[in-house]
């Protein structure tokens, strides 16, 4: 599988936020998984990630190296994406923008060693290389016997999908099975680009863009728009993300957890300010997905 798929802004189909919540304490809400009937949320900045209540919105924080508290820039983990494998182990990976975050984590609920932290750099070589650019990988998806991975490009650049192997989550060497360039469009001539991903159980495949101007991997910008598409075989749509009030959302939502109808679930924001807590925010959807 190779070439380019085009996503098209389809007006006929609605994406809203129905609520938005703070969540103290977490600031860069980087990623997002439902297990069961809680919520997992990635924070870029921290080797810790934080289980949510979301009925009850109780939170708990759960240290996967030090202190587990927030780290200055050059030296944060960087984890961006995240997925649950068939035998019930979450995997969470690094973006690789920089050698320190070229990271994969196996965490395991409820075991005795339930974190097990991994230098991935044979698996973010291998990506750069199909790229042919440092890899900022932001969703991650498993599909059977294939792990889908997802790369941010920035500016005009163009998003990519990769497929391996899923074997590799068991330490087989990464190999290269399809490479997909991904064409998103753009809010007010600012392109979109990937936050996260959401595999749906018919195979269609959710995922969220931010419209963020930004020169590389690493640096941040002004957000000028969101929006939430679906990728179903050869044919991607997507739709602008609105807030309650029914305007243009600018929140900066980097992660998703889709409910099983495909029509709503939960996103998370990252500000890109450690002062402001990152927003559990409750989505819905409407028109034909």
Same mark, same amino acid.
């Given at each position: ?62 240290? +996967?190296? %030090? !202190? ?38 196996? *965490? ?22 199909? #790229? ?9 998806? !498993? +599909?059977?016997?294939? +792990?889908?991975?997802? !790369?941010? %490009? ?21 190999? #290269? ?21 959401? *595999? ?20 941040? $910008?002004? =957000?000028?728009?969101?929006?939430? %598409? ?6 991607? @749509? ?11 959302? @600018? @929140?900066? =939502? ?10 709503? $679930? ?20 409407? $028109?034909?997905?």
């Amino acid at each position: 599988m190779s070439g380019h798929l085009h996503s098209r802004h389809d007006p006929l189909l609605r994406a809203r936020l129905s609520s938005v919540t703070p969540l103290p304490g977490v600031r860069a809400g980087s990623g997002l998984l439902a297990i069961g009937p809680r919520l997992l949320a990635l924070q870029d900045d921290a080797q810790a990630v934080v289980w949510i209540e979301p009925q009850t919105l109780q939170l708990q924080t759960q240290v +996967l190296e %030090g !202190h587990g508290g927030a780290l200055k820039k050059k030296d944060k983990p960087d984890y961006e994406a995240l997925l649950l494998a068939p035998d019930g182990a979450i995997w969470l990976f690094g973006s690789g923008s920089r050698p320190n975050r070229c990271r994969i984590a196996r *965490l395991r609920p409820g075991a005795a060693d339930a974190v097990e932290l991994q230098e991935a750099t044979a698996l973010y070589a291998l990506l750069a290389e199909a #790229l042919g650019t440092t890899p900022n990988i932001e969703g991650a998806v !498993h +599909l059977g016997e294939r +792990l889908r991975l997802l !790369h941010r %490009g920035v500016a005009a650049q163009a998003d990519a999908w990769l497929e391996l192997p899923a074997q590799v989550l068991a330490g087989a060497a990464p190999q #290269l099975l399809a490479l997909r360039w991904l064409e998103l469009g753009g809010i007010d001539d600012v392109p979109l680009h990937l936050t996260d991903a959401a *595999l749906l159980p018919d195979d269609r495949m959710l995922y969220l863009a931010a419209a963020e101007y930004t020169a590389d991997a690493v640096s941040d $910008g002004p =957000v000028s728009g969101a929006a939430i %598409g679906v990728i179903a075989g050869e044919r991607a @749509r997507w739709a602008a993300l609105l807030d309650p009030d029914g305007t243009p959302s @600018r @929140r900066k =939502v980097e992660g998703i957890a889709a409910d099983a109808d495909g029509r709503s $679930g939960w996103l998370i924001t990252d500000a890109d300010d450690p002062l402001k807590a990152a927003e559990l925010c409750r989505y819905e959807l409407g $028109g034909s997905w």
